[in-house]
């Protein structure tokens, strides 16, 4: 199964807040899960990426959780700002053959002031 | 900027028509991949070059679709005869298998199909 389920869909958080966004997927062939952030009319851009034998990792307000037994992962906005609105998805990377993405629905945050 | 550009940015076609799509990733991806997204959606896979070669396709890459990489350096995506359910963003992203690093996407093409 090659799906990865994300939510919630849309997201409405004030600014300073935390916002919170979730993911889980069923294959155990993917090796690495990276959260893009998409603006409209833009490509997506890489935001931060963990691998599964890796719990946590933040970069400056974000944080990615990682649940290997759970096949669930998390990506944490702390402090969010308005300029953090946009479209994140989670991903997961088959670890052979293409080494595509899967990519998750995508989640709308909206950071309101 | 993630140095993979694509051309054009925006495209409206007639239904029926035939439409190609240009990217050009960095000299040190030789990887390549071609995404599609819908609105309200994530990008969806539709096939990969290891260089030159193309290496794997999806199956919603239809006959009407093709994708080339002359040389492994840019790629080129061609749709013929345009549906209007071909309306979509697509999306270029390149990376480099010895650096096993994640894709980088480009700006993608906009296609509207009336």
């Known amino acids: 199964q090659q799906q990865v389920k994300q939510s919630p869909q849309s997201l409405i958080v004030q600014k300073g807040g935390i916002s919170i966004i979730n993911c889980a997927y069923e294959?155990?062939?993917?090796?690495?899960f990276p959260w893009y952030q998409q603006f409209p009319g833009k490509g997506p851009a890489l935001l931060i990426a963990i691998r599964p034998d890796v719990s946590e990792k933040k970069e400056g307000r974000f944080t990615i959780s990682f649940n290997k037994s759970a096949k669930q992962f998390s990506l944490h906005i702390m402090d969010s700002q308005p300029g953090d609105s946009a479209t994140y998805f989670c991903a997961a990377r088959w670890r052979a053959g293409s080494y595509q993405l899967t990519f998750g629905k995508g989640t709308k945050l909206s950071v309101i002031p | 900027d993630t140095g993979v550009s694509q051309d054009p940015r925006h495209k409206i076609t007639k239904r029926g028509q035939n439409v190609t799509f240009r990217c050009d990733p960095i000299s040190e991806h030789n990887r390549l991949y071609w995404y599609r997204q819908t609105l309200g959606q994530g990008p969806e896979f539709l096939t990969y070059?290891?260089?030159?070669?193309?290496?794997?396709k999806s199956r919603l890459l239809s006959d009407r679709f093709s994708a080339e990489r002359p040389k492994g350096s840019f790629s080129t995506l061609e749709i013929q005869r345009t549906e209007q359910g071909d309306s979509a963003m697509y999306l270029c992203a390149g990376g480099d298998s010895l650096a096993n690093t994640e894709a980088f996407f480009g700006q993608g093409t906009r296609l509207t199909v009336v």
């Open positions: 070059f290891q260089n030159e070669a193309q290496l794997e």
């Open positions: 294959n155990t062939a993917f090796d690495y």
